[in-house]
């Protein structure tokens, strides 16, 4: 077993650095950062003297090399724009981020499991036939239309929610619905086949068989054995809510890590960038390399392999 | 007793005139000094533009909004086009316009009752300077300051090397004069948290491009402002600064570009514009390079070219207003300005003739460059010259790559081009700079001759002088049909309906002049 996690985690240290490798060289070739920061007066020396000054003049393996260095320390560097270190900003942001992305997976678990669980009881019934619906056109829309639309149905016409911004509980609540509503879709799918594949089961008949009430063969035996893959999808979707939530966002003006991370694209604040890209690239690695260590302690046969 | 009677009646009198004057005496003062009320919530799209509330790091856009509100420069730009002393009463430059004599106001404080002295412009100047703080202008300040004179306390010289009468133009927006006392005291990130300065707001709270929340200083030396508090936030996306606009959540916006003609019919907002911003030109790219004959380089060509552009049509149908066809280079708050001066004439049948005498009947291929947020215009320019037989490859890179491609002269044929940037800057030699030096990149092609104007227009100080130089200036560079003039553009912005009088600085892409902002009883 410490052999297994041993080289699992070598992996990930080296998928970190190929990551670092490929943000550091893509968004030093996206553009100069100098030339969006001074004004048009500006002379060559104005912009030769700045880049200059922020090290950009330097060759692009040896600015790479100053920036691993720092980083393995945890100094991500300052951001070029804020004059600020990046991690700060993105701590600054992240809460705002977590809090996102928590509402909106209990939005998708309280809406996606039983939506689909009732599907698969009701198979062939209207609230499967909606149910089916509601999962295709959760999975069709796109996610800024949905935010938009929510803006102009309930904060434009009906004045029942703010349009957007952070403040109270009301401020979370269309946002999160938005960033929910295609993972809610992605899990009424898989609640519902995972439940059909499981009620049709032999010991599910014998438990009928044996008298036993439906809403306990469903609550206690189906829905505990359907449940693994949909553990499964809900934590990495929690991960992708966590990474993904950019659109939302920028359509709810939600102070997140993605709109930090748009704001550092648009004004090439290389720092910022790649310290938001890194930390969630690191989210991701962590997160598969804990459920690879977590399956080889389930099933001995994988670090067997 | 008849003049008992009189003699008290003349008492009584006495008295009455008495206590008219006391009251007048106690009126006058509170309707000076009114309190300020209410409460506004101000957008601004993009970024802040500005480390916390730190006027020397201001990098430009919305940091216009942040600095006019916390700091006060030494001259400061109004709703009507000019500028009025601020922390500066009074201001003389030298002949040869390198050095400029400066007598500070001495009521002008800063928002914890500290005087301001030349000490502190001086130490204000010198900071903007330092290039890690990034200070939009500070490139252009350590070429140009060299040295100061403090006479005394509200009287100081500064030396510059060259002629800088553009010196107020550059630093009205972004510059502010800061308490030298508190920043060394407390450094510079802590400023950039808790910013002291001599503006009309002080600010209470700040989240980095996320919200501000400024409240008005009372007896203020210069204006006390009508609104008591300023929350400015930063919302990115356009569709919702509409619907904030609409919903009535934002009382002061940069309006919509895309969708601002929705506010013309709203119950909740209404439009108010910030007028001569910027002028948008057609550019000959092919002329930075001699050595490679283009068609271009044969005058008839670049005029069927400028005749077959529809401004008009183009202005009215595609920017719904936002600019106007504009023939001088100068706007209308600059001295020399001739408003008569035709915009270039459209004429498709004189573009065709134009071609054929030229030697192209079957037309030419060219490709035509423009800035990401310009592609509609563009667009339709690409349509209108295809009519003539111009036809164009459209070239819209992304913003980063094309000031890239546009510093590098890696554009080729034609150009919507942007600028001059007027900007609001009152100084001709101040807009003009941008496009008449080639200093600069952004001026990609220019004249020996319009640049010697240019610098001999940039050491003038008086407005006589200004008005005839810019004249001559503006006339030499449209004889030279390097660039054709399209239109003046202008900023729209959505203002609320609680909001019963404010007027944008012009030339200002964001809200500025806030402290003059007056809401409904």
Same mark, same amino acid.
């Given at each position: 077993?410490?052999?297994?996690?041993?080289?699992?985690?070598?992996?990930?240290?080296?998928?970190?650095?190929?990551?670092?490798?490929?943000?550091?060289?893509?968004?030093?070739?996206?553009?100069?950062?100098?030339?969006?920061?001074?004004?048009?007066?500006?002379?060559?020396? &104005?912009?030769?003297?700045?880049?200059?000054?922020?090290?950009?003049?330097?060759?692009?393996?040896?600015?790479?090399?100053?920036?691993?260095?720092?980083?393995?320390?945890?100094?991500?560097?300052?951001?070029?724009?804020?004059?600020?270190?990046?991690?700060?900003?993105?701590?600054?942001?992240?809460?705002?981020?977590?809090?996102?992305?928590?509402?909106?997976?209990?939005?998708?678990?309280?809406?996606?499991?039983?939506?689909?669980?009732?599907?698969?009881?009701?198979?062939?019934?209207?609230?499967?036939?909606?149910?089916?619906?509601?999962?295709?056109?959760?999975?069709?829309?796109?996610?800024?239309?949905?935010?938009?639309?929510?803006?102009?149905?309930?904060?434009?016409?009906?004045?029942?929610?703010?349009?957007?911004?952070?403040?109270?509980?009301?401020?979370?609540?269309?946002?999160?619905?938005?960033?929910?509503?295609?993972?809610?879709?992605?899990?009424?799918?898989?609640?519902?086949?995972?439940?059909?594949?499981?009620?049709?089961?032999?010991?599910?008949?014998?438990?009928?068989?044996?008298?036993?009430?439906?809403?306990? +063969?469903?609550?206690?035996?189906?829905?505990?054995?359907?449940?693994?893959?949909?553990?499964?999808?809900?934590?990495?979707?929690?991960?992708?809510?966590?990474?993904?939530?950019? +659109?939302?966002?920028?359509?709810?003006?939600?102070?997140?890590?993605?709109?930090?991370?748009?704001?550092?694209?648009?004004?090439?604040?290389?720092?910022?960038?790649?310290?938001?890209?890194?930390?969630?690239?690191?989210?991701?690695?962590?997160?598969?390399?804990?459920? &690879?260590?977590?399956?080889?302690?389930? &099933?001995?046969?994988?670090?067997?392999? | 007793?008849?003049?008992?009677?009189?003699?008290?009646?003349?008492?009584?009198?006495?008295?009455?005139?008495?206590?008219?004057?006391?009251?007048?005496?106690?009126? %006058?003062?509170?309707?000076?000094?009114?309190?300020?009320?209410?409460?506004?919530? %101000?957008? @601004?799209?993009?970024?802040?533009?500005?480390?916390?509330?730190?006027?020397?790091?201001?990098?430009?856009?919305?940091?216009?909004?942040?600095?006019?509100?916390?700091?006060?420069?030494?001259?400061?730009?109004?709703?009507?086009?000019?500028?009025?002393?601020?922390?500066?009463?009074?201001?003389?430059?030298?002949?040869?316009?390198?050095?400029?004599?400066? @007598? =500070?106001?001495?009521?002008?404080?800063?928002?914890?009752?500290?005087? =301001?002295?030349?000490?502190?412009?001086?130490?204000?100047? !010198?900071?903007?300077?330092?290039?890690?703080?990034?200070?939009?202008?500070?490139?252009?300040?350590?070429?140009?300051?060299?040295?100061?004179?403090?006479?005394?306390?509200?009287?100081?010289? =500064?030396?510059?090397? !060259?002629?800088?009468?553009?010196?107020?133009?550059?630093?009205?927006?972004?510059?502010?004069?800061?308490?030298?006392?508190?920043? !060394?005291?407390?450094?510079?990130?802590?400023?950039?948290?808790?910013?002291?300065?001599?503006?009309?707001?002080?600010?209470?709270?700040?989240?980095?491009?996320?919200?501000?929340?400024?409240?008005?200083?009372?007896?203020?030396?210069?204006?006390?402002?009508? %609104?008591?508090?300023?929350?400015?936030?930063?919302?990115?996306?356009?569709?919702?600064?509409?619907?904030?606009?609409?919903?009535? /959540?934002?009382?002061?916006?940069?309006?919509?570009?895309?969708?601002?003609?929705?506010?013309?019919?709203?119950?909740?907002?209404?439009?108010?514009?910030?007028?001569?911003?910027?002028?948008?030109?057609?550019?000959?790219?092919?002329?930075?390079?001699?050595?490679?004959?283009?068609?271009?380089?044969?005058?008839?060509? #670049?005029?069927?070219?400028?005749?077959?552009?529809? #401004?008009?049509?183009?202005?009215?149908?595609?920017?719904?207003?936002?600019?106007?066809?504009?023939?001088?280079?100068?706007?209308?708050?600059?001295?020399?300005?001739?408003?008569?001066?035709?915009?270039?004439?459209?004429?498709?049948? $004189?573009?065709?003739?134009?071609?054929?005498?030229?030697?192209?009947?079957?037309?030419?291929?060219?490709?035509?460059?423009?800035?990401?947020?310009?592609?509609?215009?563009?667009?339709?320019?690409?349509?209108?010259?295809?009519?003539?037989?111009?036809?164009?490859?459209?070239?819209?890179?992304?913003?980063?790559?094309?000031?890239?491609?546009?510093?590098?002269?890696?554009?080729?044929?034609?150009?919507?081009?942007?600028?001059?940037?007027?900007?609001?800057?009152?100084?001709?030699?101040?807009?003009?700079?941008?496009?008449?030096?080639? $200093?600069?990149?952004?001026?990609?092609?220019?004249?020996?001759?319009?640049?010697?104007?240019?610098?001999?227009? /940039?050491?003038?100080?008086?407005?006589?002088?200004?008005? %005839?130089?810019?004249?001559?200036?503006?006339?030499?560079?449209?004889?030279?049909?390097? #660039?054709?003039?399209?239109?003046?553009?202008? =900023?729209?912005?959505?203002?609320?309906?609680?909001?019963?009088?404010? /007027?944008?600085?012009?030339?200002?892409?964001?809200?500025?002049?806030?402290?003059?902002?007056?809401?409904?009883?």
């Amino acid at each position: 077993m410490k052999s297994y996690i041993l080289k699992r985690l070598v992996q990930a240290a080296i998928c970190l650095i190929g990551v670092s490798i490929v943000i550091f060289f893509l968004t030093h070739i996206s553009g100069d950062p100098v030339l969006l920061m001074v004004p048009p007066e500006a002379t060559e020396k &104005d912009i030769e003297e700045m880049r200059t000054f922020l090290g950009l003049n330097e060759p692009l393996y040896i600015q790479y090399g100053k920036f691993i260095s720092r980083a393995v320390q945890g100094d991500f560097g300052q951001s070029i724009r804020w004059n600020r270190p990046t991690i700060e900003l993105f701590l600054e942001r992240f809460p705002n981020t977590l809090l996102l992305a928590t509402a909106a997976m209990v939005f998708v678990v309280c809406i996606g499991i039983p939506v689909g669980v009732i599907s698969a009881i009701k198979v062939g019934k209207w609230f499967d036939s909606i149910g089916k619906v509601f999962a295709l056109l959760g999975q069709a829309t796109p996610v800024f239309w949905v935010g938009i639309m929510f803006i102009l149905i309930f904060a434009v016409q009906l004045k029942l929610l703010p349009t957007s911004g952070v403040g109270g509980w009301r401020n979370v609540i269309m946002p999160a619905i938005t960033l929910g509503w295609f993972f809610t879709a992605a899990l009424t799918r898989i609640s519902r086949s995972a439940m059909l594949d499981v009620i049709d089961r032999e010991y599910i008949k014998m438990e009928r068989i044996m008298g036993i009430s439906e809403l306990r +063969v469903i609550g206690k035996y189906a829905l505990k054995n359907a449940f693994i893959p949909i553990l499964t999808l809900g934590a990495v979707n929690f991960v992708i809510l966590l990474n993904g939530a950019i +659109v939302t966002e920028m359509v709810f003006n939600w102070p997140g890590v993605g709109r930090l991370i748009v704001d550092g694209i648009f004004t090439r604040d290389f720092p910022v960038v790649q310290t938001c890209v890194l930390i969630a690239s690191s989210f991701y690695i962590f997160m598969n390399l804990f459920v &690879d260590i977590l399956y080889a302690y389930i &099933d001995p046969r994988i670090r067997y392999q | 007793m008849f003049k008992k009677s009189k003699g008290k009646l003349r008492f009584i009198l006495l008295l009455g005139i008495l206590f008219c004057f006391f009251c007048l005496l106690l009126v %006058v003062p509170c309707q000076a000094q009114k309190a300020p009320k209410g409460k506004i919530v %101000v957008v @601004t799209a993009g970024t802040f533009g500005i480390t916390g509330g730190d006027c020397h790091t201001a990098s430009g856009g919305s940091a216009l909004t942040f600095v006019s509100l916390i700091h006060d420069p030494l001259v400061i730009s109004r709703p009507d086009g000019r500028l009025h002393p601020a922390v500066a009463k009074s201001w003389k430059f030298s002949e040869d316009a390198k050095s400029l004599r400066i @007598t =500070i106001d001495d009521r002008a404080k800063f928002q914890d009752g500290a005087s =301001i002295t030349a000490e502190d412009v001086k130490f204000s100047i !010198e900071r903007a300077m330092r290039q890690e703080l990034k200070y939009v202008y500070g490139g252009d300040l350590r070429q140009k300051i060299d040295r100061f004179k403090i006479l005394d306390d509200h009287n100081m010289i =500064i030396y510059f090397k !060259e002629s800088y009468a553009t010196f107020f133009d550059l630093h009205c927006q972004y510059f502010g004069v800061v308490p030298k006392a508190y920043v !060394e005291k407390v450094g510079d990130a802590e400023y950039a948290k808790r910013p002291i300065g001599a503006g009309p707001f002080r600010m209470l709270d700040f989240k980095q491009d996320v919200y501000a929340e400024f409240e008005a200083v009372d007896n203020h030396y210069r204006q006390t402002p009508n %609104v008591k508090r300023v929350r400015v936030l930063c919302v990115p996306e356009e569709a919702t600064i509409l619907a904030m606009l609409k919903s009535g /959540e934002a009382d002061v916006s940069t309006a919509p570009v895309s969708t601002f003609m929705e506010l013309r019919y709203d119950p909740n907002a209404r439009l108010v514009w910030s007028k001569f911003q910027s002028l948008d030109s057609l550019a000959f790219y092919d002329l930075a390079f001699p050595d490679v004959r283009t068609p271009f380089f044969d005058v008839r060509v #670049r005029r069927a070219a400028s005749y077959a552009i529809n #401004r008009k049509a183009i202005c009215e149908k595609v920017l719904h207003g936002a600019a106007q066809e504009w023939g001088d280079i100068l706007a209308p708050y600059h001295p020399g300005v001739d408003p008569n001066i035709p915009p270039p004439a459209y004429d498709p049948k $004189k573009a065709e003739a134009l071609l054929k005498e030229a030697g192209y009947p079957n037309g030419i291929d060219t490709t035509l460059a423009a800035f990401p947020t310009h592609r509609l215009k563009a667009q339709a320019m690409a349509s209108d010259l295809a009519k003539v037989g111009i036809r164009t490859k459209l070239i819209v890179p992304e913003a980063g790559i094309y000031f890239r491609q546009l510093r590098e002269k890696a554009f080729r044929g034609l150009g919507h081009h942007m600028g001059p940037w007027w900007a609001g800057k009152t100084h001709p030699g101040a807009a003009l700079q941008s496009t008449m030096s080639s $200093k600069t990149y952004w001026s990609y092609v220019t004249t020996p001759e319009a640049e010697a104007e240019q610098t001999k227009l /940039e050491s003038l100080t008086e407005e006589k002088d200004l008005a %005839v130089q810019a004249r001559k200036l503006s006339k030499i560079y449209r004889d030279s049909e390097i #660039r054709y003039m399209l239109w003046a553009n202008h =900023i729209p912005f959505g203002v609320s309906k609680r909001v019963k009088q404010w /007027e944008p600085n012009p030339g200002w892409i964001n809200p500025g002049s806030l402290d003059l902002l007056q809401l409904v009883d």
